[in-house]
T-cell receptor, first 114, second 112 residues
């Protein structure tokens, strides 16, 4: 199946731990994104990579570090997890050369910090 | 600012039309989008409109764009229970970034 996939789908962890969320797309896109959706469903972009280079970095704490080993992968590593990090994290991808910039979303990772 | 605003909730009866409204702030936006999020799932692009268009129709969906008022609407004809979801509008800015600014989402509930 051609898609954007994320692992894990659910992640429950304690405060202070370090965790990673993985994202892969097999659509051949060159741009990938991480979004955070809070409990009120508000969706906010965190990072964007184009051809493995960081192009968008919103005001996200340094504890969040994206890593893009290649164009098809964009992983999110979170250090010293806090209660406020609990949210659903969505990965997305698009083809930058296409002016429509349609973004394809993954199914989301629900992170719960206790 | 970057605020894209939507009403939070809409309830309609099955078979009626639904109209979801959105206001955006950046008059230079090039594309405006409507995404649908079903429970427990990611966002799925429903339709889009280019900023030089006033209206776009795609089967049961009609998008209206009023650039003067920066107002975007999505009309769903013959609303079905399967249309129950959260609907997000989003704008693509006319700059070098690939950023989409999303609205807060409108939860549509379709009653049988």
């Amino acid at each position: 199946d051609t898609a954007v996939s994320q692992t894990p789908k659910y992640l429950v962890t304690q405060m202070g731990n370090d965790k990673s969320i993985k994202c892969e797309q097999n659509l051949g896109h060159d741009t990938m994104y991480w979004y955070k959706q809070d409990s009120k469903k508000f969706l906010k972009i965190m990072f964007s990579y184009n051809n493995k280079e960081l192009i968008i970095n919103e005001t996200v704490p340094n504890r969040f570090s994206p890593k893009s080993p290649d164009k098809a992968h964009l992983n999110l590593h979170i250090n010293s997890l806090e209660l406020g990090d609990s949210a659903v994290y969505f990965c997305a991808s698009s083809q930058a050369e296409m002016s429509l910039y349609e973004q394809y979303f993954g199914p989301g990772t629900r992170l719960t910090v206790t | 600012g970057e605020d894209v605003e939507q009403s939070l909730f809409l309830s309609v009866r099955e078979g009626d039309s639904s109209v979801i409204n959105c206001t955006y702030t950046d008059s230079s936006s090039t594309y405006l989008y409507w995404y649908k999020q079903e429970p427990g799932a990611g966002l799925q692009l429903l339709t889009y409109i280019f900023s030089n268009m006033d209206m776009k129709q795609d089967q049961r969906l009609t998008v209206l764009l009023n650039k003067k008022d920066k107002h975007l609407s999505l009309r769903i004809a013959d609303t079905q229970t399967g249309d129950s979801a959260i609907y997000f509008c989003a704008e693509k800015k006319m700059d070098s970034s690939y950023k989409l600014i999303f609205g807060s989402g409108t939860r549509l509930l379709v009653r049988p």
